[in-house]
């Protein structure tokens, strides 16, 4: 979710250091804003000159150090593991400025536990978007046990900088969003390996029944398997309930490196690198 982060920073006029050690996910990253860019200006958001503008304010950066020395603000997308994180939120004290904001794009991991690892635990906060983040308004605004009031305030104000919504809420596994949204996926997937119903026939029900914009099997492509499995086992240790244990389909997919969209193959089948559905499996 980086490269989207990074997008809407960029959008509402902010410079963005775009950090990641790998040359070839900071391309990938660059081509993925490129074309929604494109996308916005085709829809009438954007002119091609505001396009221009708002790309060359994105920095490609290998080096944690030159990329968040300088920076008021420093927002950790990395992928959902919580050592990884810890690791790098570490690296991001040692380098940032003292006065810097510190958020974690978290999507069920402690925020008391990622600012435990820094010496200014008061300016840890979480700042959860929504994927695909140009488009989504959500911004989860998560406080650990020792942010600091102002902080809170700023990432709010912040938020409100972006047009986005911020909702605040306390540091409990999973937050809001998928302490409520995980378990609904579990269930879907627990019903088509119980054989209740096809895939399709799930999403049907929920997207027509619901209202939801996109059946809860096709999210989870979108999510990835592999996170979901991850946010479902942060919530299963965070509250030591066995209802919240990842389906057995979902174990197996995961294991066999079937996690959606990204992989090309999930509960559904999606063109070769692109997340256009082909057909159900």
């Not at 536990?113 to 979480?126: D, F, H, M, Y």
């Amino acid at each position: 979710m980086g490269n989207g982060i990074a997008h809407v920073f960029a959008q509402y006029g902010f410079p963005v250091n775009l950090v990641d050690l790998r040359a070839e996910q900071l391309e990938k990253a660059l081509l993925t804003i490129s074309k929604n860019l494109d996308r916005q200006v085709q829809k009438g958001i954007l002119s091609s000159d505001e396009k221009i503008n708002v790309f060359n304010r994105i920095h490609p950066v290998q080096n944690i150090k030159e990329g968040v020395h300088k920076a008021d603000y420093i927002i950790e997308a990395a992928t959902e593991n919580e050592n990884i994180k810890l690791q790098i939120f570490r690296e991001l004290d040692e380098h940032a400025l003292p006065t810097a904001i510190l958020a974690s794009n978290t999507s069920s991991i402690s925020i008391t536990r990622i600012a435990a690892v820094t010496k200014r635990p008061s300016q840890v906060i979480g700042m959860h978007f929504m994927n695909p983040v140009p488009l989504m308004k959500l911004v989860e605004v998560i406080n650990g046990y020792a942010t600091a009031d102002f902080v809170t305030k700023k990432i709010i104000e912040l938020s409100k900088q972006l047009d986005k919504t911020p909702c605040v809420v306390k540091d409990y596994p999973g937050f809001i969003s998928n302490r409520i949204l995980m378990p609904m996926i579990n269930e879907a997937i627990i019903c088509l390996q119980e054989g209740v119903a096809s895939a399709e026939a799930i999403d049907t029900v929920m997207k027509l029944g619901m209202a939801h914009p996109m059946g809860p099997l096709q999210l989870a492509d979108f999510i990835g398997l592999d996170v979901c499995m991850a946010i479902l086992k942060v919530l299963q240790e965070g509250f030591g309930n066995p209802k919240y244990a990842p389906a057995t389909l979902l174990v197996n997919m995961v294991a066999a490196g079937n996690l959606g969209v990204k992989t090309g193959e999930g509960f559904y089948n999606y063109q070769g690198g692109t997340k256009e559905l082909v057909v159900s499996k």
